[in-house]
């Protein structure tokens, strides 16, 4: 894959924000797919770096350094490949633990920006590639990672669930800030596609239940976060949220004090509870298919992207 429109707008509103992309390693030599109506977008969308974005018009296809470093003010921007076939600056294998591998000194704990653009779901050992991301990173610096998430079966090993970066990218592992986007786009090739969505993905420990994805397009995710403190990743091994759940006998976090807000809104979730039970009541009564048939309906309204209890448009 490569940059396309969507992850570039995510990105410069990182820079926007004040992230500094200075020294940026990227997850294999990354291209850069961009029409000129989106070019014109992007400085439309972003007036303060308008010049910028203007005067950089790679051809369709260009290796990515120049538009890094004109767009998104990059010094260094170094690429780790398993093969030096695309000019990779390091040769690396990310299957294989980065701190034992015979890499430069000034490459773990050094970059402000780790940043993949399709290359994790070609990686067999995730956990280890993610723990190497984390590890090239210095403190205050900015991963972010842009994979499959749906309808992408057959591009590479995996695709990739939001639960799986809301369970990683967390204090414990040494990150804050996180983001969870999805980026929608009409075909299979997210170069060649020009019309591109972007949702913002809530997580599900804080929704109380799973946040499926049933799309008849493929979808892309980019999960961005700051790492916070130089800790050893996984330590304990991350655990699915909704499990997490159901096995934890703590009820301590129930046991505040409840505010007038909060009354207000128990108050119209025991209205909802009590609408819920009487529909329930009511398709107990028909017949077994049916039954299965609106259970299929509900599933399907609840991982549609137009679920606002899940999924929102994101705007940078």
Same mark, same amino acid.
């Given at each position: 894959?490569?940059?396309?429109?969507?992850?570039?707008?995510?990105?410069?509103?990182?820079?926007?924000?004040?992230?500094?992309?200075?020294?940026?390693?990227?997850?294999?030599?990354?291209?850069?797919?961009?029409?000129?109506?989106?070019?014109?977008?992007?400085?439309?969308?972003?007036?303060?770096?308008?010049?910028?974005?203007?005067?950089?018009?790679?051809?369709?296809?260009?290796?990515?350094?120049?538009?890094?470093?004109?767009?998104?003010?990059?010094?260094?921007?170094?690429?780790?490949?398993?093969?030096?076939?695309?000019?990779?600056?390091?040769?690396?294998?990310?299957?294989?633990?980065?701190?034992?591998?015979?890499?430069?000194?000034?490459?773990?704990?050094?970059?402000?920006?780790?940043?993949?653009?399709?290359?994790?779901?070609?990686?067999?050992?995730?956990?280890?590639?993610?723990?190497?991301?984390?590890?090239?990173?210095?403190?205050?610096?900015?991963?972010?990672?842009?994979?499959?998430?749906?309808?992408?079966?057959?591009?590479?090993?995996?695709?990739?669930?939001?639960?799986?970066?809301?369970?990683?990218?967390?204090?414990?592992?040494?990150?804050?800030?996180?983001?969870?986007?999805?980026?929608?786009?009409?075909?299979?090739?997210?170069?060649?596609?020009?019309?591109?969505?972007?949702?913002?993905?809530?997580?599900?420990?804080?929704?109380?239940?799973?946040?499926?994805?049933?799309?008849?397009?493929?979808?892309?995710?980019?999960?961005?976060?700051?790492?916070?403190?130089?800790?050893?990743?996984?330590?304990?091994?991350?655990?699915?949220?909704?499990?997490?759940?159901?096995? *934890?006998?703590? /009820?301590? #976090?129930?046991?505040? %004090?409840? @505010?007038?807000?909060? !009354?207000?809104?128990?108050?119209?979730?025991?209205?909802?509870?009590?609408?819920?039970?009487?529909?329930?009541?009511?398709?107990?009564?028909?017949?077994?298919?049916?039954?299965? *048939?609106?259970? /299929?309906? #509900?599933?399907?309204? %609840?991982? @549609?992207?137009?679920? !606002?209890?899940?999924?929102?448009?994101?705007?940078?």
């Amino acid at each position: 894959m490569g940059f396309i429109c969507g992850n570039l707008r995510v990105l410069l509103s990182h820079r926007r924000q004040g992230v500094s992309f200075r020294k940026t390693l990227l997850l294999g030599r990354q291209q850069v797919f961009l029409r000129p109506s989106e070019i014109e977008g992007l400085a439309k969308e972003f007036p303060e770096f308008a010049i910028q974005i203007r005067s950089c018009k790679p051809a369709f296809g260009d290796f990515s350094e120049v538009w890094l470093k004109t767009c998104l003010g990059s010094e260094i921007v170094d690429s780790v490949d398993a093969s030096d076939f695309e000019g990779a600056t390091i040769v690396h294998d990310m299957n294989l633990d980065i701190d034992q591998a015979d890499v430069p000194s000034d490459v773990v704990g050094t970059y402000d920006a780790v940043i993949d653009a399709g290359s994790l779901e070609h990686i067999f050992n995730v956990p280890v590639a993610l723990q190497n991301c984390m590890r090239l990173l210095k403190t205050g610096g900015v991963l972010c990672l842009a994979t499959v998430a749906n309808n992408y079966c057959g591009h590479g090993f995996y695709q990739f669930s939001p639960e799986l970066f809301f369970r990683v990218l967390q204090p414990e592992n040494g990150f804050e800030n996180l983001e969870v986007l999805l980026l929608r786009h009409p075909f299979p090739g997210a170069e060649l596609s020009g019309s591109q969505q972007i949702y913002q993905v809530k997580d599900p420990l804080q929704v109380g239940s799973r946040v499926g994805i049933v799309t008849s397009s493929p979808v892309m995710i980019i999960a961005s976060a700051t790492k916070c403190s130089d800790v050893e990743c996984f330590r304990k091994f991350p655990q699915q949220s909704d499990y997490q759940k159901r096995w *934890s006998t703590d /009820g301590a #976090e129930n046991s505040h %004090a409840v @505010s007038p807000n909060e !009354r207000r809104y128990t108050a119209f979730a025991q209205l909802r509870r009590a609408l819920a039970y009487l529909l329930r009541s009511l398709k107990s009564k028909l017949p077994i298919d049916w039954q299965r *048939s609106l259970s /299929g309906m #509900e599933q399907r309204a %609840a991982y @549609s992207l137009r679920n !606002r209890k899940h999924f929102k448009v994101w705007k940078p």
